[in-house]
């Protein structure tokens, strides 16, 4: 049943491997899944919609569509020479005093579309400018 749902409900399909155990008199299996080698690695949600979920302790979040974009980018790797823009070293400036911001903040900051926030901070994140974190399920940036 895992074998199947790893093929089935992950895109890449993933390849778990397995252990027995014996505890307490019991047969215990333990399900292996290790880190994927092409990412993003997407699964579908309660709707059907296919998503990016990311680890966090011990519960699974759906991946902001930036924190996506910055996996599959760094899987499968891209140089390129980036110079800062006035809305990035306003970012910048900003973390430097207040220490994290979410998308919707470097919007309204910057005074930029979403299009523009979200690729922007892909490509910091990309070259390590930025970190995405998480709290309360909310996604923010924050300086390494």
């Not at 155990?21 to 047969?27: A, I, L, Q, S, Y």
């Not at 092409?38 to 979040?61: C, L, M, Q, T």
């Amino acid at each position: 049943m895992v074998e199947q749902a790893a093929s089935m409900y992950c895109r890449p399909e993933q390849k778990p491997q397995f252990r027995l155990h014996r505890v307490e008199g019991k047969t215990v299996l333990e399900a292996i899944i290790a880190p994927a080698d092409e990412k993003p690695v997407s699964a579908p949600d309660e709707n059907g919609h296919w998503r990016v979920y990311f680890r966090v302790a011990d519960e699974n979040i759906a991946a902001h569509p930036i924190h996506a974009r910055v996996l599959s980018r760094v899987s499968h790797g891209s140089d390129r020479l980036v110079t800062f823009s006035e809305s990035e070293r306003m970012l910048l400036a900003y973390l430097r005093h207040h220490g994290s911001i979410t998308p919707e903040g470097y919007m309204k900051l910057a005074h930029i579309s979403r299009l523009t926030a979200e690729m922007s901070l892909a490509n910091l994140c990309e070259m390590n400018v930025l970190r995405i974190a998480y709290h309360d399920s909310r996604c923010i940036f924050t300086l390494p």
